[in-house]
């Protein structure tokens, strides 16, 4: 009884957390309280409750609609960048269960060598490449994400696999790939869900940790990395500019996190025990 | 047992060492780290902020106050026609190497920086030189195809260091000058390191026996070494939001002085849409010079409205020449065919003052219209290789911090690809008038030529927010040139 009422509890306050998240986010799209990058040099590092909500930054800024603006700018890189890792990793991992031999050392060796990179890493690389901004973020946590699916993916369609009824249609001649679209996928969807889950909220954290490297979004758009990273030589003046983007981070990654763990048990149970053997 | 007892002995010693005679070194932040240790060869004022006065000097100097003084040259006569300067030497000079210095190393050094292939940054202190003729060893006779109001003066800029033919090659990453500091080593990324020059001229002008440069970027980390005692001095520190806090401290002293750096937002004159006069002045309108003090620099630093230290006494305040006027600005842009908005791209530096400004301008310009994208790039390396020699850019914002220089805007091929020929005819002129008087009026009249054709947005002039160890006196308050002259500092226990 209790093992199922944990799980519930996370799903329900993940849940909650993640739609506060989407909500904040798809709102600021529509309506923030002060344009978010509006300078108002009189009335700059207010105090909370003095000016706006959330006080004003050191150009005067409204910070709950920087908050509100950032929460957006947040997702707008984490979700492209975690769909696009997990849409390259999903086919690799597949692929590797479906031929496994060759294919599947090479598969997981050149996984290996790319999650020997720390994102930053890469991504400090990507921009100087293709110069700092949104699409360098995006593909720099992208790539981090690839070797992360390839291998989940692998690990539980190796499973789907064994299963006797795909056993029968290879045995019926099915190519490996119908079988890998038709049976294989269906099967695994659930733990793809929860695995998006996750990495959506290291997504963000990443995406704070670049543009706090100044490598993410572009100023003056805002963003919570750059945020925390303003709010630095404010900090004893006005520790409420480092405080409100680093609780914003900060339940956003819980929320997800939570949400990731319910949805595996809700979906899976059997997961749950793997991976933490695992 | 011995063992222990060792250890005891030397944490006695290491405790009770510096209370027998004051200390003798000296740790200097700075924001920057010089790309070579040559002043004669680049521009980059953070090679004369190590190296200038410490390790290098020129025929005469620059004082904390600004005025020139004798140093190499211990006196010099100038012919009434004003075409002749006789320099005589002083003797008995070395250079770190052991050679000694002479008129033909004076003459090496001037050659070699006014030679067609030179790069050093400041040509025109060179430009009026003729011939430099050497009649014996401690004496220079340099004559001058025009009178020149400002030469003596420029030759104690870090430009004009005198440096030796033997080693001047190897200056770049092995600096050997005159100075009372030797160089010792360079950590690149992190420190270089100066020792006491034992054989210096001048035996007991200083008192310190290392000076230790350290680069540290980041403002909140500069003022964490202060506190930390990583650093003894940052002349100039990045966090002014922290100044009035180091100000209460009693560790410290804070002096907020001036430098002699204008920050100026340069523009493409050559490129659409900057060489219409009507879209530059449409952005200087459009930028309110007090709020951009405020929010960049926490209030320190003056607003100007052109290219002049307020420090010089030929300084007019052009800042009501084009003021702050949104709805003048709209209708600039709307004559000029930007009614409907412009967009355009500002390439910034890292340093904090720059890119809390570039935030503020895009702001301010969004007001009226204007939306300007902000390109993060990194200085010096990337941003002088993009911006100042390829000129691959719309706006830019760098401080300018060498004094007197308001001829860049007269000089061919300069970032800002501005042309002006009664602006270049009227520099050259005040450069060849010996008179003060003479020579002022005509910098005020230059000064109002820029502001009125905004080649750059003139924003505010650069405040020194210098923070020390209060045990610590000698450092420089203001800096008349761009430098770290430690040469009389010294500690008090």
């Known amino acids: 009884m209790r093992s199922r009422l944990r799980p519930n509890a996370a799903l329900v306050i993940g849940g909650i957390l993640t739609a506060l998240l989407i909500g904040t986010a798809l709102l600021s799209l529509v309506w923030t309280p002060e344009p978010p990058t509006r300078v108002r040099i009189a009335m700059r590092l207010k105090a909370p409750l003095d000016v706006g909500l959330l006080g004003t930054d050191h150009f005067g800024r409204d910070v709950a609609s920087m908050l509100m603006a950032g929460a957006w700018n947040s997702l707008a890189i984490a979700w492209p960048a975690v769909l696009l890792g997990a849409a390259i990793g999903t086919a690799i991992g597949c692929a590797a269960a479906a031929w496994k031999g060759l294919a599947d050392e090479i598969a997981m060796r050149v996984s290996d060598v790319v999650f020997a990179f720390p994102a930053v890493l890469s991504a400090i690389m990507i921009g100087a490449l293709l110069g700092s901004g949104p699409l360098a973020a995006i593909l720099a946590i992208a790539v981090f994400n690839i070797p992360v699916f390839a291998r989940v993916t692998r690990g539980v369609a190796l499973q789907v696999w064994t299963l006797d009824y795909i056993a029968a249609a290879r045995a019926l001649g099915k190519p490996p790939l119908r079988i890998t679209l038709e049976d294989v996928i269906p099967n695994i969807a659930g733990a793809l869900i929860v695995q998006v889950t996750i990495q959506l909220a290291l997504a963000i954290l990443t995406e704070a940790g670049l543009s706090y490297l100044g490598l993410g979004v572009r100023p003056p758009n805002p963003s919570w990395g750059r945020m925390l990273s303003d709010a630095q030589t404010y900090l004893s003046q006005a520790p409420h500019l480092a405080i409100a983007p680093g609780l914003a981070i900060a339940l956003s990654v819980l929320g997800l996190n939570l949400l990731g763990d319910g949805l595996r048990d809700a979906i899976d149970p059997t997961l749950r025990s793997r991976s933490a053997s695992a | ?493």
Do not use: C
């Open chain 2, 1 to 493: 047992m011995s063992k222990r007892l060792l250890a005891a002995a030397l944490i006695v010693s290491a405790s009770f060492g510096p209370a027998l005679a004051a200390k003798t070194s000296l740790v200097v932040g700075m924001p920057i780290e010089p790309p070579g240790l040559d002043p004669t060869i680049a521009a980059p004022v953070a090679i004369r902020e190590v190296t200038w006065a410490n390790l290098y000097e020129g025929l005469v100097r620059i004082d904390r106050n600004g005025k020139v003084q004798p140093l190499l040259a211990k006196r010099w006569d100038i012919s009434p026609d004003g075409l002749t300067y006789t320099f005589h030497l002083q003797t008995g000079v070395k250079f770190h190497d052991g050679s000694a210095f002479d008129s033909a190393d004076v003459k090496f050094a001037f050659d070699r920086a006014r030679a067609p292939n030179s790069t050093n940054a400041q040509k025109q202190i060179f430009a009026p030189i003729d011939s430099i003729e050497t009649p014996d060893p401690a004496t220079v006779v340099i004559k001058l195809k025009e009178t020149s109001g400002n030469f003596l003066y420029y030759l104690g800029w870090g430009d004009a260091v005198i440096i030796a033919p033997e080693t001047a090659e190897n200056n770049k990453a092995n600096p050997v000058g005159t100075g009372p500091f030797k160089f010792k080593s360079w950590t690149r990324g992190d420190r270089v390191e100066l020792v006491r020059n034992p054989d210096y001229w001048q035996p007991d002008k200083t008192k310190l026996e290392t000076v230790t440069f350290r680069f540290i970027n980041d403002p909140q980390a500069q003022v964490a070494a202060l506190r930390a005692g990583d650093v003894d001095a940052f002349p100039n520190i990045g966090a002014p939001e922290l100044f009035s806090e180091l100000k209460k401290d009693p560790r410290f002293t804070a002096v907020a002085g001036n430098t002699e750096g204008e920050v100026v937002a340069g523009m493409n004159n050559a490129k659409k849409p900057f060489n219409d006069v009507r879209v530059r002045r449409a952005l200087m309108h459009a930028v309110d010079r007090k709020a951009l003090v405020e929010g960049a620099y926490s209030g320190y630093g003056q607003p100007i409205g052109s290219f002049f230290s307020p420090n010089h006494p030929a300084f007019v305040d052009m800042t009501g020449v084009i003021p702050y006027d949104q709805e003048k600005a709209k209708a600039l842009l709307a004559e000029a065919g930007y009614g409907n908005g412009l967009s355009i791209t500002i390439k910034t530096p890292q340093m904090a003052y720059a890119s809390r400004s570039a935030e503020l301008l895009a702001a301010m310009f969004a007001e009226v219209g204007i939306d300007m994208k902000i390109i993060p790039t990194e200085f010096p390396a990337k941003w002088i290789e993009e911006v100042f020699k390829n000129k691959d850019y719309d706006v830019t914002i760098v401080a300018h911090t060498e004094p007197l220089d308001i001829d860049i805007f007269a000089r061919d091929n300069y970032y800002f690809n501005y042309k002006n020929d009664r602006f270049k005819a009227l520099i050259a002129d005040a450069g060849r008038t010996t008179s003060e008087n003479a020579r002022f009026a005509k910098y005020a009249e230059a000064q109002k030529i820029l502001a009125e054709d905004v080649p750059a947005l003139f924003l505010f002039q650069l405040p020194k927010l210098g923070v020390w160890n209060a045990k610590l006196s000698g450092l420089w308050e203001n800096s008349p040139v761009p430098a770290n002259d430690v040469t009389e500092v010294s500690w008090s226990d």
